[in-house]
């Protein structure tokens, strides 16, 4: 029996990362990343920091070639793979989360710092700041949208070789939807893994089937295309 197929929607690096966890998993995989990304230039805000705050892997290699200087703070991490690249770096990682910037910022808070600068992509999402605490947050690079679906994307998405396609941010979901619509696809067709409730919201309605990951990681968004495929296997 052939291997259901995911359209792993992810820029090209995390794609990589993705296919090989779905395939160790019994799912076959296509790549086809709606994100290019690419570095900013920046400068660093004048004034004195007592911490860096890092939220995703991509920032902390562009920070250290850019602003040297940087590893000279202590650099709180969310992810064990942004603080693996925070040290690889050369940042002195302090606290490390796996959960997201607002509970690492209370972390901080809790241990003194009150001005942390935030190394991020453009497009992040809002923190909650606790009080007393100044958090300067800095774009290092940005995630471009590609024009449209690949060829090969839209070709097996349109013959119903894809069993679903893997969305992992709100703002990829949207964009999925407009770039499906455009290439006259029928998405009450299309299955869905989304990452979080809020990814399957951006996805909007209407597709055949639309799968929620129990928590916002890889793993949990392959558990629940398991899930879905196991549904459709007992024609749920």
């Known amino acids: ?9 992810r820029p090209v690096e995390e794609a990589g990362r993705t296919g090989e966890a779905a395939d160790a998993m019994g799912f076959a ?9 690419g570095p900013l230039p920046f400068a660093v805000p004048p004034g004195s920091f007592d911490a860096l705050l890092f939220t995703s892997a991509r920032a902390p290699a562009l920070a250290a070639a850019a602003a040297p ?22 940042f002195r990682v302090g606290l490390v989360g796996d959960s997201d910037g607002t509970a690492i910022l209370a972390e901080a808070a809790a241990i003194g710092a009150r001005r942390v600068l935030h190394l991020a ?13 100044e958090l300067v947050r800095v774009p ?12 090969a994307a839209a070709v097996a998405l349109r013959e119903g070789k894809v069993f679903a396609t893997l969305l ?16 006259g ?32 990681d890889v793993a949990g968004a392959l558990a629940a295309a398991c899930r879905l495929w196991q549904g459709v296997q007992d024609g749920r």
């Open 185 to 216: 696809l029928e998405i009450a067709g299309l299955r869905l893994v989304a990452l979080s409730a809020a990814v399957a919201e951006g996805a909007g309605a209407g597709w055949g089937a639309v799968a929620v990951a129990d928590r916002p």
């Open 1 to 9: 029996m052939s291997r259901p197929l995911l359209l792993v929607t």
């Open 121 to 133: 992509g453009e497009a992040t999402a809002p923190l909650d700041v606790p009080p007393g605490v």
């Open 69 to 90: 200087r940087l590893t000279e703070l202590t650099a709180h991490a969310v992810g064990a793979r942004t603080a693996a690249e925070a040290a690889a770096s050369g």
């Open 29 to 37: 995989t296509l790549a086809a990343p709606l994100l290019e990304i």
């Open 140 to 151: 290092v690079y940005e995630a471009r949208r590609v024009a449209g679906l690949s060829d």
């Open 168 to 183: 992992f941010s709100a703002r990829t979901a949207r964009h999925f939807r407009r770039l499906a619509e455009e290439a």
